[in-house]
């Protein structure tokens, strides 16, 4: 994703989406673990040109996929006693790309609710 509005150079922004639900799949942790050191090592290589660059964690975000026993499960161990949902994700990338958030990058990021 670009952002856009960035006082120093081309005023790019890159938001990778991660995981750290990467039990019991390999090839997606190894993926995810991949594309995050890659993202970060860009923020350093990229920020002569202006460009940030941040990986963010949604956490489980209630997209439909779970079941009303894993729901029930997350929604009892989150803080805030409820889940997320992509929406709230959305708002931290919204962020991110904004003027607002320009002095951010090279950051993992989580989105989660307090969720561990």
Request: charged share 15%; proline share 6%; with cysteine.
């Amino acid at each position: 994703m670009t952002g856009v509005g960035r006082t120093a150079g081309i005023g790019a922004g890159i938001v990778a989406p991660t995981s750290d639900h990467t039990v019991g799949n390999l090839p997606y942790g190894a993926g995810k673990g991949a594309l995050d050191r890659i993202v970060l090592a860009a923020a350093h290589e990229s920020a002569h040109l202006g460009v940030t660059a941040d990986v963010v964690d949604p956490g489980p975000a209630d997209t439909g996929w779970m079941d009303r026993e894993t729901r029930d499960e997350l929604r009892g161990r989150a803080p805030l006693g409820c889940l997320g949902t992509p929406l709230d994700a959305a708002h931290l990338v919204d962020f991110l790309c904004s003027p607002q958030g320009q002095w951010v990058t090279g950051q993992l990021l989580t989105s989660n609710g307090g969720l561990a």
